[in-house]
């Protein structure tokens, strides 16, 4: 009894291993993997977490100074003064420096989210760069069993006496060609799959991606549409946020352009027998010769330049978004064309051909040309819709993802 419990446990687990196996990855776990691990992505939050103590220190008022004089060395002559200096902030520099420290980090938030919107556009163009090599290298296996049947199927008419050994000799040479192909495939994928890795650290052995039955080709919005989101893509509001850094800047210049007041408060005994004398006194430093204002300059020059940065920036998006959704809006309609004519017929074509050349009826130049057209219509679809699916994570590079998906 104990003997056929574990041969029954063994015989569950060898049926339970193949439904236990990994299950392929998707792309939304791929996006989650990235935007939870990658190294770049992660340092940016570190950047957004240390403003947080770049605020508290803009918010802390100026240390008071201690002084405490001797004068001479006769005790009956000696003079004594104890005295505090408190420095008294004017022209709103304080609240000049937090309102910069602010800005620093909303410019450090933006340019996180800039960077997170990069990775996951990368993230969705390296999933299905190794979708399509997948494809691709399906299609390879596909081929190298074809040209494999091919090969057998001369053979036989060589043996039979229906045709010539050269006959035969082409059909090995193309189903060499065919497993050359499929090696070369199974390369590509396994480089695509180190790219998609590498954008979590992860290790590509933990990686399984396949192709789906009804290959998903990405739709291709309104141009218009896509150029009034500029204004709120991640580069935008970096470049936004980069612009009132540069105005907070300005303001803070400006502000020390008014002198800052020290008040003095103390006591002097200029002889042990006489009584202690209060001291207040006000130290100003007179702005004969500097006003800031080369500093003032600077800053109100680099707010010019961030003006210039984001109308560039503007121009950049509208320029590479235009180009971008024709890639898309090209690729669309080939992947729609080939997928719906070219494909079909030459899936067609070449069997009609392979029926024919064991009947006789076409020779081997036929059915390895119908074999190659078949393979080229297939590659040609499917790099369709890689280019389709490349185009459009360049656009969500440079808007970030569409209102309802974003993460």
């Not at 200029?270 to 006194?281: D, F, M």
């Not at 074509?349 to 219509?377: I, M, P």
């Amino acid at each position: 009894m104990k003997n056929l419990c574990i041969v029954l446990a063994l015989a569950a687990g060898f049926a339970c291993a193949p439904a236990c196996a990994a299950a392929p990855l998707t792309l939304d776990a791929a996006v989650a993997r990235a935007l939870q691990a990658n190294p770049a992505l992660r340092a940016a939050g570190h950047e957004v977490a240390a403003q947080e103590g770049s605020i508290a220190q803009a918010r802390a008022l100026p240390n008071p100074t201690l002084e405490f004089v001797r004068e001479g060395q006769d005790r009956a002559n000696r003079t004594t003064t104890a005295q505090l200096g408190i420095p008294i902030e004017l022209g709103g520099k304080r609240g000049a420096r937090v309102d910069a420290a602010r800005r620093e980090q909303d410019l450090a938030v933006a340019e996180r989210d800039a960077l997170r919107a990069r990775v996951r556009a990368d993230t969705i163009a390296a999933f299905h760069d190794a979708v399509a090599t997948s494809e691709q290298g399906r299609l390879a296996q596909e081929l190298a069993a074809l040209a494999g049947q091919a090969a057998d199927a001369a053979a036989r008419r060589v043996d039979a006496g229906k045709a010539p050994p050269l006959e035969a000799t082409r059909a090995r040479v193309a189903q060499a060609n065919a497993r050359i192909e499929a090696l070369q495939a199974a390369r590509e994928l396994e480089s695509a799959r180190i790219r998609l890795a590498a954008l979590w650290g992860g290790n590509s052995a933990d990686i399984e991606v396949s192709a789906p039955a009804t290959p998903e080709i990405p739709a291709a919005a309104p141009l218009d549409q896509l150029v009034a989101r500029i204004v709120l893509s991640p580069t935008s509001r970096r470049a936004q946020a980069e612009l009132a850094h540069r105005q907070s800047l300005v303001r803070v210049e400006q502000a020390r352009r008014t002198p800052d007041v020290t008040l003095i408060l103390g006591t002097r005994r200029e002889t042990p027998e006489q009584q202690r004398q209060a001291v207040l006194g006000v130290s100003l430093p007179l702005p004969l010769f500097d006003r800031n204002g080369g500093a003032l300059l600077a800053s109100l020059r680099r707010v010019d330049k961030a003006h210039d940065e984001l109308e560039a920036e503007r121009v950049r998006l509208q320029a590479e978004l235009a180009q971008a959704h024709a890639r898309l809006a090209a690729a669309v309609q080939e992947a729609a064309m080939i997928g719906s004519d070219i494909v079909p017929g030459a899936r067609e074509a070449f069997q009609l051909a392979s029926r024919g050349y064991e009947l006789g009826r076409f020779g081997l130049l036929d059915v390895l040309d119908a074999q190659r057209a078949y393979a080229q219509a297939r590659h040609q679809h499917n790099k369709a819709v890689a280019d389709a699916h490349r185009a459009a994570a360049d656009i969500e590079r440079l808007l970030g993802p569409a209102p309802q998906e974003n993460p």
